[in-house]
């Protein structure tokens, strides 16, 4: 089947399931909305599963926010875990900066985990810890992730009678624990279950990974009714094409019993597994989710945002669209059934994961109500759909796109580009793109990139060439993206998205490995970033940005460079006196939508602060100092009457959790 009729039955196969599945849904005349937090609570990782970051609360406003003041502040327990007396030399491996996990707060308790996956609870008036649970994820002293232990939050689920808090781990275990006393639930299998289970190429006895954890999670689950839907990924090592698929998986809350897998990688008989020529479903690997994931619990959708294949720039030995792989995938949480799809790279070949949760909206396009589903990427782009068909609300024709140059590799003739709302990242790399702050450095950046592969975006990776002098492709986006991780926030009061997005060039150094470390043909051994003139940037500012989508019409509402300055660019003695631009030096960090402001971190430039903007200008309105640079989303919620905004710093030697609010007059 071909990717129109593919497409084709997805879309009728949702309307089809809508009919008979979601009749009582249909009698109304608009489904509810994406509202996030209206009650003072913030109990989902990103306010509410729709991951729109938004709480009514308005306390906190333009006139009084540079007035907010530490509140209370909890440094976070791994710091009194005695890594050394309990892996010895090992300890040297493992680092718990990243304390990047966004807190729930429930009934005046903050829930959290920390970078070496601790579970605890908070008193969200004092930052008194009320427990802590330790799944000692650290034994194995190997990181699933190639960025360290971390992450970014735990789901909570609750009845009449128990509530409970629920994640998964760096080594690959689900959790449940009893919300009030942080002890295992012990009717949930125990209170711990293996996710390796039932895995493909997943044993944990298995020689190959060297001690390495075949499978974890770095991020929270999400809870649909009384299923929790749980991702994986999988570990770097070993250089093999054999490495374990990263499906996802529904399990009953109450029992610990295994529902149902969605294979993101299809298997044998399964619809899509024809898009992976020679049959390379039966030992490629990732493709699953490792970001946060977003549901309608009207609709019972759960959304995935799935990852690359295994081997990130090449693809020779995976011919074919690679389904269901850098897609959104709509899958039934009662049941795991795929609904809807819609693939936003054939083939990958950039490393460009789907790095965020989907934002769920309620927009109105030329006088139609959509339940709209917007993906933000790495690539630059956000995608939207209806959520409920997959349809999508602008055209994405499939255009021509550049073609592979490293043998055996077989490209994808076409992607998808939308055309509506437009990129909010620099896309490929053209001289207009370069650093301009005076005509010899954009001379000398015409003569670096001379030495490279460069197009327009989806150029692929080639392999360094000495006939030529060229070093490779240069990636813009670089693989980190556009968007990451960091994802978007939604005002759902005047219907604006807010991506958070860096501009960057890179290069993946390609070559081979010896054949007793690895049986790919080719690998990307290096990345490395594109030094431009004077050891200055390549591109030309911004450098990090803030985009706002005016999502009824599709349109960029406003863009700003996150943070005016950069130290290393305005002391070079190349422009030192220069009048420079907004340089956008204050990095990528997740946005806090309120009913009053926009909040997010900023690194760089001032040192690391807080800084709130006007929703509609993008206007900054003020900043306050932090005590490290923010790691972590913001979060917002109230307790007797009084507003605090959250967020997690990395402080030394430990990282903390600041907590600000107003002072009393």
Same mark, same amino acid.
């Given at each position: 089947?071909?990717?129109?009729?593919?497409?084709?039955?997805? $879309?009728?196969?949702?309307?089809?399931?809508?009919?008979?599945?979601?009749?009582?849904?249909?009698?109304?005349?608009?489904?509810?909305?994406?509202?996030?937090?209206?009650?003072?609570?913030?109990?989902?990782?990103?306010?509410?599963?729709?991951?729109?970051?938004?709480?009514? %609360?308005?306390?906190?406003?333009?006139?009084?926010?540079?007035?907010?003041?530490?509140?209370?502040?909890?440094?976070?327990?791994?710091?009194?875990?005695? %890594?050394?007396?309990?892996?010895?030399?090992?300890?040297?491996?493992?680092?718990?900066?990243?304390?990047?996990?966004?807190?729930?707060?429930?009934?005046?308790? %903050?829930?959290?985990?920390?970078?070496?996956?601790?579970?605890?609870?908070?008193?969200?008036?004092?930052?008194?810890?009320?427990?802590?649970?330790?799944?000692?994820?650290?034994?194995?002293?190997?990181?699933?992730?190639?960025?360290?232990?971390?992450?970014?939050?735990?789901?909570?689920?609750?009845?009449?009678?128990?509530?409970?808090?629920?994640?998964?781990?760096?080594?690959?275990?689900?959790?449940?624990?009893?919300?009030?006393?942080?002890?295992?639930?012990?009717?949930?299998?125990?209170?711990?279950?293996?996710?390796?289970?039932?895995?493909?190429?997943?044993?944990?006895?298995?020689?190959?990974?060297?001690?390495?954890?075949?499978?974890?999670?770095?991020?929270?689950?999400?809870?649909?009714?009384?299923?929790?839907?749980?991702?994986?990924?999988?570990?770097?090592?070993?250089?093999? $094409?054999?490495?374990?698929?990263?499906?996802?998986?529904?399990?009953?809350?109450?029992?610990?019993?295994?529902?149902?897998?969605?294979?993101?990688?299809?298997?044998?008989?399964?619809?899509?597994?024809?898009?992976?020529?020679?049959?390379?479903?039966?030992?490629?690997?990732?493709?699953?989710?490792?970001?946060?994931?977003?549901?309608?619990?009207?609709?019972?959708?759960?959304?995935?945002?799935?990852?690359?294949?295994?081997?990130?720039?090449?693809?020779?030995?995976?011919?074919?669209?690679?389904?269901?792989?850098?897609?959104?995938?709509?899958?039934?949480?009662?049941?795991?059934?795929?609904?809807?799809?819609?693939?936003?790279?054939?083939?990958?070949?950039?490393?460009?994961?789907?790095?965020?949760?989907?934002?769920?909206?309620?927009?109105?396009?030329?006088?139609?109500?959509?339940?709209? &589903?917007?993906?933000?990427?790495?690539?630059?782009?956000?995608?939207?759909?209806?959520?409920?068909?997959?349809?999508?609300?602008?055209?994405?024709?499939?255009?021509?796109?550049?073609?592979?140059? *490293?043998?055996?590799?077989?490209?994808?003739?076409?992607?998808?580009?939308?055309?509506?709302?437009?990129?909010?990242?620099?896309?490929?790399?053209?001289?207009?793109?370069?650093?301009?702050?005076?005509?010899?450095?954009?001379?000398?950046?015409?003569?670096?990139?001379?030495?490279?592969?460069?197009?327009?975006?989806?150029?692929?990776?080639?392999?360094?060439?000495?006939?030529?002098? $060229?070093?490779?492709?240069?990636?813009?986006?670089?693989?980190?993206?556009?968007?990451?991780?960091?994802?978007?926030?939604?005002?759902?009061?005047?219907?604006?998205?807010?991506?958070?997005?860096?501009?960057?060039?890179?290069?993946?150094?390609?070559?081979?490995?010896?054949?007793?470390?690895?049986?790919?043909?080719?690998?990307? &051994?290096?990345?490395?970033?594109?030094?431009?003139?004077?050891?200055?940037?390549?591109?030309?500012?911004?450098?990090?940005? *803030?985009?706002?989508?005016?999502?009824?019409?599709?349109?960029?509402?406003?863009?700003?460079?996150?943070?005016?300055?950069?130290?290393?660019?305005?002391?070079?003695?190349?422009?030192?006196?220069?009048?420079?631009?907004?340089?956008?030096?204050?990095?990528?960090?997740?946005?806090?939508?309120?009913?009053?402001? %926009? *909040?997010?971190?900023?690194?760089?430039?001032?040192?690391?602060?807080? *800084?709130?903007?006007? $929703?509609?200008?993008?206007?900054?309105?003020?900043?306050?100092?932090?005590?490290?640079?923010?790691?972590?989303?913001?979060?917002?919620?109230?307790?007797?009457?009084?507003?605090?905004?959250?967020?997690?710093?990395?402080?030394?030697?430990?990282?903390?959790?600041?907590?600000?609010? &107003?002072?009393?007059?």
């Amino acid at each position: 089947m071909d990717r129109t009729g593919l497409n084709m039955f997805s $879309k009728y196969r949702s309307i089809i399931s809508l009919c008979f599945g979601s009749c009582l849904f249909l009698l109304n005349s608009y489904v509810i909305a994406q509202q996030g937090s209206n009650d003072g609570e913030w109990p989902s990782y990103a306010s509410d599963a729709g991951s729109t970051k938004y709480t009514s %609360l308005d306390q906190v406003n333009a006139e009084n926010f540079d007035q907010l003041e530490v509140a209370w502040r909890w440094t976070s327990i791994d710091g009194e875990v005695d %890594l050394e007396a309990i892996l010895g030399d090992g300890a040297e491996d493992i680092s718990f900066g990243r304390l990047q996990a966004t807190p729930l707060m429930i009934d005046g308790v %903050l829930y959290m985990i920390t970078a070496l996956n601790q579970a605890v609870a908070l008193d969200a008036a004092s930052g008194e810890m009320l427990w802590s649970y330790d799944p000692q994820a650290y034994l194995s002293g190997y990181s699933i992730s190639p960025l360290g232990y971390h992450h970014r939050g735990v789901a909570y689920w609750s009845d009449d009678k128990e509530a409970r808090i629920l994640f998964a781990t760096n080594d690959g275990y689900l959790f449940s624990l009893d919300a009030e006393t942080g002890e295992p639930d012990a009717d949930f299998a125990g209170g711990r279950i293996d996710m390796t289970d039932g895995i493909p190429r997943a044993d944990r006895n298995d020689l190959d990974y060297s001690g390495a954890v075949p499978l974890g999670t770095v991020s929270p689950p999400i809870v649909v009714g009384d299923v929790l839907v749980v991702n994986q990924i999988t570990s770097n090592r070993p250089h093999y $094409k054999e490495r374990p698929p990263t499906f996802v998986r529904g399990y009953n809350i109450r029992s610990g019993e295994l529902i149902w897998t969605f294979n993101t990688i299809p298997q044998g008989g399964e619809f899509g597994v024809d898009s992976w020529q020679e049959e390379s479903w039966r030992y490629t690997g990732n493709g699953g989710v490792w970001t946060q994931m977003s549901a309608d619990l009207d609709l019972g959708y759960v959304y995935l945002p799935t990852e690359a294949p295994t081997n990130d720039y090449y693809g020779g030995h995976r011919p074919g669209d690679n389904l269901f792989t850098q897609s959104v995938v709509a899958v039934d949480a009662s049941t795991g059934e795929r609904v809807w799809h819609f693939q936003m790279i054939h083939h990958g070949l950039w490393d460009y994961d789907t790095p965020a949760a989907p934002n769920l909206m309620n927009i109105n396009v030329d006088g139609r109500e959509i339940r709209a &589903l917007a993906q933000v990427t790495k690539q630059g782009w956000a995608y939207v759909f209806d959520r409920a068909t997959g349809v999508p609300v602008w055209p994405m024709p499939e255009l021509p796109v550049p073609q592979g140059m *490293i043998p055996g590799e077989r490209t994808s003739p076409t992607q998808p580009f939308p055309t509506k709302p437009p990129a909010f990242a620099v896309q490929g790399l053209t001289e207009d793109d370069l650093i301009d702050f005076t005509p010899e450095l954009r001379a000398q950046a015409i003569e670096i990139i001379d030495d490279y592969i460069t197009g327009p975006i989806f150029t692929p990776a080639s392999l360094p060439d000495e006939s030529t002098g $060229k070093r490779g492709s240069i990636f813009v986006p670089s693989a980190g993206g556009g968007a990451n991780w960091p994802g978007a926030g939604y005002d759902p009061e005047n219907n604006i998205l807010f991506v958070p997005a860096s501009n960057g060039a890179f290069t993946p150094f390609m070559g081979t490995l010896p054949e007793d470390e690895s049986n790919f043909r080719y690998y990307r &051994l290096q990345n490395r970033g594109v030094v431009g003139p004077s050891g200055l940037p390549l591109l030309k500012p911004p450098y990090s940005t *803030i985009t706002a989508f005016d999502m009824n019409e599709g349109e960029i509402l406003w863009q700003v460079a996150n943070g005016d300055g950069m130290a290393r660019i305005e002391n070079n003695p190349a422009v030192e006196s220069l009048d420079l631009p907004p340089l956008g030096g204050g990095g990528r960090h997740p946005v806090l939508v309120t009913s009053t402001l %926009l *909040i997010h971190g900023q690194t760089m430039g001032y040192g690391p602060q807080l *800084i709130a903007r006007d $929703k509609i200008t993008g206007q900054e309105l003020a900043r306050i100092d932090l005590p490290g640079s923010p790691q972590s989303s913001p979060m917002s919620y109230s307790i007797d009457g009084r507003q605090y905004i959250a967020i997690a710093v990395n402080a030394v030697p430990t990282p903390e959790l600041i907590v600000f609010s &107003l002072v009393d007059d």
